[in-house]
C-alpha cells in the first residue's frame, strides 16, 4: 500500500468514526472530536465541511449535528432506531393521564412523541423545538414550549431565562435524554444544556433517564447529576442484562 492509499484510508476510518459519534450523542463539539480522535481541531473542521457536503452530517458553528436533528427526518435517519422505539414503549408505560410532564430534546425522546396514544390527555412542556411540534400532533396533549435562546448546537431553549421558567412548574415526570451515563452520573458537553437538565430535575418530582446502552459507560466533560437523583433507567435491554448489573444498587428502578 502507497503511503498515498494509506492517509485516504486514514482519513476515511476517522470520518467514519466522526459519523458514529455524531448519531451516537446526536450533537458533538468539535473540539471533543479533536479529543476523542487525538488530531488537530482544524483537521475535524475539514472533516466536518466534507461530510456535510455530502449530506451525511449537518455542520453547525463549534460542531455538528445528527441528520435526524433534522425536522424532516426520517426513521432512515435515526441512528439505534429500533432500540429507542423499545425504549419508547417503556417510557409510555410509566406515563398516566393528568400528568405533567418535562421534556428535553433527542431523537429518543421523539420516538416516545410519535408513540404516545391518542387517548392520553397530559400536559408537556419541552425546550425543544421539534419535540414541540410532534407532541403536538396527538389531539388530548397540552404542548407549552420554554422559548428563549436556541442553542445551536443542541437545538433546545437554554439560557437564564429557560431556567426561570423550569423552576417555576412542578412536574410529576422529568424525561431525559441523555449523552453520557456512568456510575458516577449523568454528564454532558454543553454547559447552557446541563443548566437547564439541572433545572429540570429539580422541578419534578421523579427523573427518567432514557439511553441507548452504547451511551452506558461513557463520561462527558460536564457533570448534570449523580444517579441517586434518578428514579428510573430505562434501556433497550432487559433489566436483567449483564451490562446493567452495576447499576443496580445506584438507580432506584431500571426497566
Not at 446526536?26 to 471533543?32: A, E, G, H, P
Not at 430534546?105 to 410532534?134: D, K, Y
Not at 407532541?135 to 420554554?146: C, D, G, W, Y
Request: glycine content about 4%; proline content about 2%; overall charge neutral.
Amino acid at each position: 500500500m502507497s503511503i498515498l492509499e494509506s492517509k485516504v484510508l486514514l482519513k476515511k476510518e476517522r470520518q467514519l468514526q466522526i459519523i458514529h459519534q455524531i448519531n451516537l450523542h446526536n450533537k458533538i463539539l468539535s473540539s471533543d472530536l479533536s479529543l476523542i480522535l487525538n488530531v488537530s481541531e482544524d483537521t475535524i473542521r475539514r472533516d466536518l465541511n466534507e461530510l456535510a457536503s455530502e449530506n451525511k452530517i449537518v455542520k453547525v458553528h463549534g460542531g455538528a449535528l445528527s441528520k435526524s436533528y433534522n425536522v424532516s427526518a426520517t426513521q432512515a435517519d435515526t441512528y439505534a432506531y429500533d432500540q429507542k422505539k423499545v425504549i419508547a414503549t417503556k417510557m409510555i408505560k410509566l406515563i398516566k393521564d393528568g400528568m405533567t410532564i418535562l421534556t428535553s430534546g433527542g431523537t429518543t425522546m421523539r420516538a416516545i412523541a410519535n408513540q404516545l396514544p391518542n387517548n392520553l390527555h397530559v400536559t408537556f412542556f419541552t425546550v425543544s423545538p421539534l419535540i414541540s411540534l410532534e407532541l403536538a400532533e396527538h389531539p388530548n396533549v397540552e404542548v407549552i414550549f420554554l422559548g428563549g435562546k436556541i442553542s445551536n448546537i443542541s437545538k433546545i431553549s437554554v439560557g437564564g431565562e429557560v431556567v426561570s421558567k423550569i423552576n417555576d412548574i412542578k412536574a410529576d415526570l422529568c424525561v431525559l435524554g441523555i449523552n453520557g451515563f456512568d456510575p458516577e452520573g449523568i454528564s454532558d458537553s454543553d454547559y447552557e444544556v446541563v443548566q437547564v437538565k439541572k433545572a429540570m430535575i429539580k422541578s419534578s418530582r421523579q427523573v427518567v433517564a432514557t439511553t441507548i446502552s452504547e451511551k452506558l459507560n461513557s463520561d462527558l466533560r460536564l457533570r448534570v447529576c449523580t444517579l441517586n437523583e434518578i428514579d428510573y433507567l430505562i434501556t433497550e435491554l432487559s433489566p436483567s442484562h449483564e451490562l446493567l448489573k452495576p447499576y443496580h444498587d445506584l438507580v432506584k428502578y431500571i426497566l
